[in-house]
Structures are given as structure tokens and as C-alpha cells.
């Protein structure tokens, strides 16, 4: 089977720096996406991993360890509007995604 | 360019019912994918099309079925509708089937909110 295990809420305060972790267990394993998702809208590409190391996408960055099976999303200066769910989600193959329950962001002033 | 495009955005129906959701993919991808997305859950994968064949599947009883059209747009049908199946039913396109690069990334339409009462 395959599982993503993620935090199920993380707050922090404007122009912090936030990370969220996924360890996930799949059968096969293409790269990690992050995606984010405000209610009730669409999820929203941010990074893509396939190799190990990190990504830096503006004040998202994304990192992956395939050997430990881990990743996390990096927030930086962090916004109001950055409050939403985050999903870590694997690509298995065929353009199949496996994605983690979420995490909600909650960003205070 | 226009994203990925989903119709209707609000549905209710009733136990029993059949219904039929669409889906127009960005312009230029062939690979469509269906995910289910229940309340305070991640989506789940439905199926994948890719060149207007069914390419995945996953784990969804036989009551929801799926087809592409030349145009690469498609169609999910979920019959018998249960109470169960209320849930965000998003459409995703990405560029190819498979590489594991880059051009696999798959891009989510807003979705239809399916209500089964």
C-alpha cells in the first residue's frame, strides 16, 4: 500500500518561517509534489521533487531525502494569505498522485 | 491561457441517481486524472486517461466510470449515487502520461461539489 504522513495543522505569525514534513511509504515513487489548497478552491501546484536536494520556488522551497523517504515544504516571510492546507502527494507513475491528509497553515498577525 | 475548465461547479442529487461530471484540460495536454476529495481528506485517485484510453485506476467500485474524447476533454459518471459519494470531484491535466519529470505535473481545475441527499 502507500502512505504520506504529514502534520494535521501548523500555525505561525506573519514573516515567519514555517516547515511542513511528509514521510511517505509507496510501492513506487516518481518525485514529490506540493500542492496548496485554500477552501473549497483547487489545489495549487508549488514544487516538484524528484531528486534529492532542494528546490527553491520565491519563498517556497521544497526538499527531498528519497534514502529516508522525506520531504518537507519550506515557507518563508510568511503572509497572511498563506494560510490554506498543504498537501504532500507522490507521483507513483502514469500520472498518478498519492496525497497526504493535509496540513492546515493557520498565519496570524 | 485558460486552465483547466470543470462543469458544473454545484450539484445535488438524490440517493439512487446517476450524474455526469465534465472536464476540458489545458490546452495541449493529452493526460486527464479524476480525484475524489472528501471533507478534510486528501484527494483520492479515480482514474487517469491518457490518448483517450483509461491508463489507472483506483481503488472506486464499479459505479464510477470515465471516458476522453478526441478533443481530450472527459467525462466521470458515478451511478447509483450513495450518500458516500458527496465529495469535490477534481479533474487534473498534465502534459504527458508518465516521465517522472517535470511535465508529469499535474494541474487541478476548481472542481465540482457533488451533494448526494
Known amino acids: 500500500g502507500q502512505s504520506l504522513e504529514q502534520p494535521s495543522e501548523v500555525t505561525a505569525v506573519e514573516g515567519a518561517i514555517v516547515q511542513i514534513n511528509c514521510t511517505y511509504q509507496t510501492s513506487g515513487f516518481y518525485g514529490l509534489s506540493w500542492y496548496q489548497q485554500h477552501d473549497g478552491g483547487a489545489p495549487t501546484f508549488l514544487s516538484y521533487?524528484?531528486?534529492?536536494g532542494l528546490e527553491e520556488t520565491g519563498r517556497f522551497s521544497s526538499f527531498l531525502s528519497r534514502s529516508d523517504s522525506y520531504g518537507y515544504l519550506l515557507l518563508q516571510e510568511l503572509q497572511m494569505k498563506d494560510s490554506a492546507s498543504y498537501f504532500c502527494a507522490v507521483n507513483s507513475g502514469y500520472s498518478t498522485l498519492t496525497f497526504g491528509k493535509g496540513t492546515m497553515l493557520l498565519v496570524s498577525p | 491561457d485558460a486552465g483547466v475548465t470543470q462543469s458544473p461547479t454545484h450539484l445535488i442529487k438524490t440517493r439512487g441517481q446517476q450524474v455526469t461530471l465534465r472536464c476540458s484540460p489545458i490546452?495541449?495536454?493529452?493526460?486527464v486524472s479524476w480525484y475524489q476529495q472528501v471533507l478534510g481528506q486528501g484527494p483520492q485517485f479515480i482514474f487517469q486517461y491518457y490518448e483517450k484510453e483509461e491508463r489507472g485506476r483506483g481503488n472506486f467500485p464499479d459505479r464510477f466510470s470515465a471516458r476522453q474524447f478526441p478533443n481530450y476533454s472527459s467525462e466521470l459518471n458515478v451511478n447509483a449515487l450513495l450518500l458516500g459519494d458527496s465529495a469535490l470531484y477534481l479533474c487534473?491535466?498534465?502534459?504527458?502520461?508518465?516521465?517522472?519529470?517535470?511535465?508529469?505535473?499535474?494541474?487541478f481545475g476548481p472542481g465540482t461539489r457533488l451533494t448526494v441527499l
Open positions: 521533487n524528484a531528486l534529492d
Open positions: 490546452s495541449g495536454h493529452k493526460s
Open positions: 487534473a491535466s498534465s502534459l504527458v502520461r508518465s516521465s517522472g519529470g517535470a511535465s508529469d505535473t499535474q494541474y
